[in-house]
């Protein structure tokens, strides 16, 4: 073999590589979702998708990438099966009938029009409530969403979090090995579990979209590609069921959160607090988005609920040409509504702040130290820094000195930590 030749060899494989990755990520949640209605575990199907995207790194180099790559790898998995079940001895009539089509369905990726992107069926919704199963712990739903519904590599999920590879692989194996003992079956929750099942897995959603926003560890302050993740699979999951107002208000709430993601960090990569960002850079096109699933959402017609409140605070951030001009007092209204259908010290806090820009900082440091007194955030570090902001406010430096030496002590995050020393040295 000539170098040239060597050279085109090797970025033919590359291009395979990457053409396999951008299926896997687009399509995998179709892929698994197929192969475990035909073979009944979850854990299997998701083994027997890997095993069709080796082959498909052997073969495509030399064969080529087929117009039809998800099918492909859908009817290459589904041989591996029946291989399985004949070595096993279930070889059967129904088997017979499935390995007679196989063939010509596996020639017929080659050449057949690509997936329709938008079709998205039944069977993803199901991958998508067993992922989020309650037998399962929320970081393994966390890790087995991102990795079968998202198309994530152990890697990506791993580094996203901060947390070893092998921590996560742990995480996925024993997730499936729980759904396997536990014989969860594919399928829709009932409708007398329907909603806590769609609860659990909306607040799966959340959470990765919220690590994402605001990363608890490590040097980065955000990582958007989590958040964008999170968004991603919360459009599938309003495609799927439209007519659910939870679904549109999160979607709602993270496409206009991650709106201001242009601004949130400068060109160092550390952090810029709202009332100093250039709200020009702001995405306006996912601040329409947002706007239109809430309207959706509202259109159900039977109020909002904590995401909905929470995706209308957004808005409010969305739509004003600068702090001042932000409807604070609606902020604050929208705040205990918040606060009377979900409960938290959190949401008190967001409400101080809110406080704070509509009637000032003294009426606000009183419901933070009410906070503080009852000991709910000890350890949280939005607590102090919040406060140290009221007290700088009023002119009490010294006291603010001391409150941002504190949150910076309890911050997990190096950029925000660092932002927090320099207001306590400042």
């Not at 918040?338 to 406080?355: H, K």
Request: with cysteine; charged share 25%.
């Amino acid at each position: 073999m000539s170098p040239a030749d060597s050279g085109e060899t090797a970025r033919s494989t590359t291009d395979v590589e990457r053409a396999v990755a951008a299926v896997w990520r687009i399509e995998s949640a179709k892929i698994v979702a197929t192969l475990t209605r035909m073979v009944g575990d979850f854990g299997l199907a998701e083994d027997l998708a890997q095993d069709a995207l080796l082959e498909a790194l052997r073969q495509w180099p030399q064969d080529g990438v087929p117009r039809n790559p998800a099918a492909w790898l859908t009817a290459v998995a589904k041989r591996r099966a029946i291989d399985g079940w004949r070595r096993q001895e279930r070889y059967d009539a129904r088997i017979a009938a499935i390995a007679h089509d196989l063939d010509q369905e596996q020639a017929d990726a080659m050449d057949a029009d690509p997936w329709d992107p938008d079709a998205i069926d039944d069977d993803v919704l199901r991958l998508i409530f067993i992922s989020c199963h309650p037998v399962l712990s929320r970081e393994a739903s966390v890790a087995l969403t991102l990795r079968v519904v998202g198309g994530l590599s152990s890697e990506e999920i791993a580094r996203a979090f901060m947390v070893p590879a092998a921590t996560v692989q742990q995480r996925i194996v024993r997730a499936k090995k729980t759904l396997g003992a536990a014989k969860v079956p594919f399928e829709v929750p009932s409708r007398e579990d329907y909603a806590e099942r769609l609860s659990a897995v909306l607040g799966v959603l959340y959470l990765i979209f919220n690590e994402g926003h605001a990363a608890s560890s490590g040097g980065d302050w955000m990582r958007p590609e989590l958040s964008m993740e999170a968004i991603r699979l919360a459009r599938v999951l309003a495609a799927l069921v439209p007519r659910e107002r939870d679904v549109n208000s999160l979607l709602a709430l993270m496409e206009l959160t991650a709106a201001r993601f242009p601004a949130r960090v400068d060109a160092k990569g550390d952090p810029v607090l709202l009332a100093d960002q250039d709200r020009s850079r702001w995405d306006r096109g996912r601040i329409s988005r947002g706007r239109a699933a809430l309207e959706r959402a509202d259109a159900v017609g039977t109020g909002r609920g904590a995401y909905g409140l929470q995706a209308a605070i957004a808005e409010c951030h969305a739509v004003a040409a600068s702090v001042d001009e932000t409807d604070w007092e609606r902020i604050v209204l929208l705040y205990e509504a918040l606060g009377r259908i979900a409960p938290s010290p959190v949401v008190e806090l967001n409400r101080a702040a809110a406080v704070a820009m509509a009637t000032g900082p003294a009426s606000a440091l009183r419901i933070i130290d009410q906070i503080a007194a009852s000991g709910a955030l000890a350890g949280y570090h939005l607590l102090p820094a919040t406060r140290g902001e009221l007290l700088l406010r009023l002119g009490r430096d010294d006291e603010a000195r001391s409150a941002f030496a504190a949150a910076a002590s309890l911050a997990g995050n190096e950029r925000e930590r660092a932002l927090l020393e320099a207001k306590a040295s400042q």
